[in-house]
């Protein structure tokens, strides 16, 4: 296959491809421009001379650059896989060393569910250098293992352009008060907007639910403490400060003097993992969290909420075991 010579004065260059992708992917080359923190004249000169190294039209002359060529667009195609090996490459830099695994995930998984995982990652899979990095704001997290910063991020992700995303099951999200509080409150959120609310960190995704779920309802939620995390909101309702919606695994082996309410729609929302690329770390992460053994595990000691149409009911009622998981 003949060789081009890329390094040479005229060459293009990589900023050209990035230019060139983000403004067709904004569909404006202003709008790139200014993701770029540079003037539109700018990033048209880029792309002019990208044309001039290539020798076509990337763009229809007619259509003011609004409009890619047939040429352009099969140029994109090609252009997009490059910028995105670049990035990869690049973020290496932030990955790349001794055979570190960095998972980031929720506080409260990170206490409750990811310690019989890393073990098994230990003894089963030989992996011994993990790092976790815990997030209150799923935002946050998803951008970091955008970044390229993470391996792998194990959460309620929604949203993502990842290409190995993973389910493995769901958690259910409950709403707890002191006992003494507990019939004050019949599980409707006409009546929870009443409550002193607790809200867990400053960009929580709890709080966003708590918010839909009341609107929902014709409701509207009053914040009176905030908390940083869901350890401390717990701490809160304990002291009888308040009400918190926090994860119900939050509540395994606790020792807390506190009261779920029954809400009359219960809310449960999938778990998955999430990484960028299927490395040899991510697949052994893979094969042990989709152990069958380990989720019944998980399920049965209310870690995890497993869909059983049949049995949905059932689950409803089962309290929450506070013994620890033996794996």
Known sequence: MPEHPLLTSNS??????????????????????RQFGITPSAMSQQIDALEASLGRNLFDPRSRRSRLTTFGTEFFNQASNVV???RQAIAMGSTFGDGVMTVGTTPTIAHKLLPPLIYRMRHERHIDNIEVKAFTDLRELHATLQAGTLDLAVGPLEQSSSPVVHRF???????????????????TWQQLANAPWIRCGANS?????????????????????HAPDVTTA?????????????????????????S???LTRPIRRALTVHARDKSPHVEKFLEVITNSELVRKFEAAGLLAIQHPD??????????????IRI
């Open 12 to 33: 293009i260059t990589l900023r050209q491809f990035d230019y060139f992708v983000r403004a067709v992917q904004l569909g404006s080359l202003s709008a790139a421009a």
């Open 84 to 86: 995105e090996s670049a």
């Open 169 to 187: 099951g769901e958690e259910e999200l409950v709403v707890v008060c002191h006992p003494s509080q507990h019939n004050n409150y019949d599980g």
């Open 205 to 225: 995704d709890l709080t966003d639910t708590i918010s839909r779920e009341a609107a929902q309802a014709g409701a509207r939620i009053r914040f009176t403490i």
């Open 234 to 258: 717990l701490s809160m309702v304990e002291h009888g400060v308040g009400v918190a919606l926090v994860p119900k695994m939050a509540l395994h082996g606790s020792a807390r003097l506190l």
């Open 260 to 262: 779920i309410i029954r």
């Open 311 to 324: 049995h949905e009911a059932a689950q409803q009622s089962t309290p929450v075991p506070t013994g620890p």
